[in-house]
């Protein structure tokens, strides 16, 4: 797959006229629960050619396309270099996220290494909180019907409200992986026997297979949403100097 997922990458950027400086893995498989039938959730980063940031025009900033090949789907989308500074500077939660995928396709020289010694300067706990308490209500309000929910959506339930739970009491950028995420519960044995029993069946279950909801499980959201939206930050704000990404910036267009 990893050969089928460079073919496409590669060609790409021929066709864009385009470098691509990193491209990796999310969604389900990034996040470590992928099903047997998932598909793949290609996020790449890339540049044009410097002119094209000197012109009257500004150059395309993103690329999104859908490739089925053999059999399974392969989901790129891409963000300009300019793009994802713009959005780190905001304390987005995607490039945090893509930056930190355990599945790396492609990188030029030490790319990831150094934006990331970027990114926490610039992380705000408060749009963290905010952002990835939005995904888990979402998905609470499409997942949950007349007591069932998909397995999938459990998870795309967990996950956030994780994440959310990681930035508004420790203050940092929320680990990508889910595994990670589950540290921050690992004293609460129901819990975590509960959510790994539902792990093993997610990892075995075709796309859209629903089950009961499971009470530790719904309780534990609950309980954790009400204390996310509690929260109140400190009111302040990074103060980084984003002159460090505009340098970041002029170094990468050759």
Known sequence: ?????????????????IRILYACETGSRGWGFAS???????????VHPRDQYLSISNPTDTITTIFEDGGEILDFNAWDLRKILHHLRK????????????IIYEQEGNFREELWTLAPQFFNPQSAVHHYLGICHNSIRSGITEGQIKIKKYFY?????????W?????????????????????????????H??????????????IPLVPIIQ??????????????ADGRKPAADSATL???FRKMLI
């Open 1 to 17: 797959m990893q050969t089928l997922i460079l073919h496409h990458l590669h060609r790409i950027a021929q066709e864009k006229n």
């Open 36 to 46: 047997p039938d998932s598909d793949y959730d290609i996020r790449f980063i890339y």
């Open 91 to 102: 304390s987005n939660a995607t490039p945090l996220e893509w930056l930190q995928s355990p």
């Open 157 to 165: 339930i967990l996950r956030p409200l994780l994440a959310a739970k």
């Open 167 to 195: 930035a508004a009491e420790r203050q940092t950028i929320p680990p990508m992986e889910f595994k990670y995420l589950l540290t921050q519960i690992e004293n609460d044995a129901p819990l975590m026997a509960a959510i």
């Open 197 to 210: 029993q539902l792990w093993a069946e997610k990892e075995k279950a075709v796309e859209g297979e629903v």
């Open 219 to 232: 309780d534990f959201i609950a309980v954790e949403v009400e204390k996310c939206k509690s929260w109140t």
């Open 246 to 248: 505009d340098v970041f």
